[in-house]
Every structure is written in C-alpha cells, then in structure tokens.
C-alpha cells in the first residue's frame, strides 16, 4: 500500500514539473500584463503564451500523436484558443467576434475529443438551464448589438455543449474518476471564465479582474491534464 502510494506521489510530482513553464507563465501574466506600461503586443503575448506551453506540456510526454485519438483535437483547441486570446487581447470591439471565432473552433475540437459517450441527458438539460440564464442575462446588455447577440447565442451553445461533454462522465453519474472530474471541472470553469469576460466587456467592470483569466488558465490546465491522461484513448490502426 506505502509503495502505490509513493508511485502516485512520484507520478504527481512529474507531473507537476511538466507543468512548471506553464505555472511560471501564468504568474509572469498576472504581473506584467496588468501594468499600464505594458505594450499591447507584449499583454497579448503574455496571454496566450501560457495555452502554447500547454501545447508543449503534450508534445513533451511522450504521447504517440497518431495512435492518441484526443491529443490532436486537444492541440487544435489549444492553438484556436491562443489565436482567440491574441485577438480579445488587441481590442475588446475591432476584433470581438474575430475573438469569440476563436474559441468557438476551439471548443468544437473540444466536444470532438470528449465524444458522445456517455450521452448522459440529465446533465445536458443541467447545462441547458445554466445556458439560458447566461442567455437571458447578457440578453440585456446585447439587446441594441445585433451582431455580437447573435454571435453570443451560437458562442453559449457551443461552450455549453463542451461543458456539457466534459462533464457528461461525472456530473449525476455515480461511475466517474480523477481523470473526469478534471474535465468537469475544466468545463464549468471555462463558462465561469467566459461569463466573467462577456460580462466586463458587455455590462459592466467586474470587481475581480483577474477572476476571469484565473478560471480560465484553470481550466485549460484541467481539460488538458483530462485528456492526456485518459487511459481509453488509443486507436486502433487497421493494417
């Protein structure tokens, strides 16, 4: 028993130290980014460079890039929610939609690599109830922006779906592991983050700046770590 627990700690702590451009990256961005100095080149680098050590984190575990079926969609989420960050970054209203394109992309990759197994109905009509009172609330701030309500309609589908296929192995479902529940987790952050976002730049400042980049790092690092480290991933390759 001491010694499966000393493999966890070990494969914890390896972990961990993949992690650590990541960490550091992150950090860099909460101090430098919020200084008024900062050029706006250097706060949209700083924003997206923690998603591309992510990319790095994958391409550094010795993951076969033809035989793990969720490490290409997981890479292409990635790099769409790098190009999304650049874009939010440069303007909140030039390039809004160019922005939410991004990550709409993104989060398609994402409910490509999470799959349609288990379906799991009851947290999709969950999720569905979250999507509407999203909806409904920035249905007020968005009510004269034709274009970008819209595009926020089609934007809370898609993330919700995400999350909702993130979440389909552990939310209401007594059969659920580590793996999952970072995945949920990941998810329901991801909308937390977006909802905070929409929120700022639609109605009005949201007292915690960093609440929105903070639960968003999270929850790349989370779905990340979900899909690296799921165990039923690899294809079978027909000869």
Excluded at 116 to 145: E, I, S, T
Excluded at 151 to 158: D, E, K, N, T, V
Aim: charge should be positive; aromatic fraction near 16%.
């Amino acid at each position: 028993m001491a010694l499966k627990w000393e493999r966890v700690w070990f494969q914890v702590l390896k972990e961990l130290c993949r992690l650590v451009p990541f960490l550091l990256s992150v950090c860099i961005y909460f101090v430098l980014a919020s200084q008024s100095s900062c050029p706006l080149w250097m706060k949209a680098l700083l924003k997206c460079l923690p998603i591309l050590f992510l990319c790095t984190y994958i391409l550094t575990h010795g993951i076969n890039m033809y035989t793990h079926s969720k490490a290409p969609k997981l890479l292409a989420g990635l790099l769409f929610s790098a190009a999304g960050d650049i874009f939010r970054t440069i303007s909140t209203q030039q390039y809004h939609l160019h922005g939410d394109s991004m990550f709409g992309l993104a989060h398609v990759f994402y409910i490509w690599m999470f799959g349609a197994k288990p379906l799991n109905l009851l947290a999709g009509f969950f999720l569905v109830v979250v999507g509407a009172v999203y909806m409904l609330f920035l249905n007020r701030c968005l009510w004269d922006q034709k274009p970008f309500q819209w595009a926020a309609y089609i934007y809370i589908s898609l993330i919700g779906t995400m999350a909702w296929r993130a979440s389909a192995g552990t939310l209401f479902n007594q059969h659920w592991s580590w793996v999952k529940l970072f995945a949920t987790i990941g998810g329901m952050l991801f909308i937390v983050s977006d909802f905070t976002y929409a929120v700022s730049v639609f109605c009005f400042p949201v007292y915690n700046s960093g609440m929105s980049a903070a639960t968003y790092y999270t929850a790349q690092m989370l779905i990340t770590l979900s899909a690296v480290n799921t165990k039923n991933t690899v294809v079978k390759i027909k000869r």
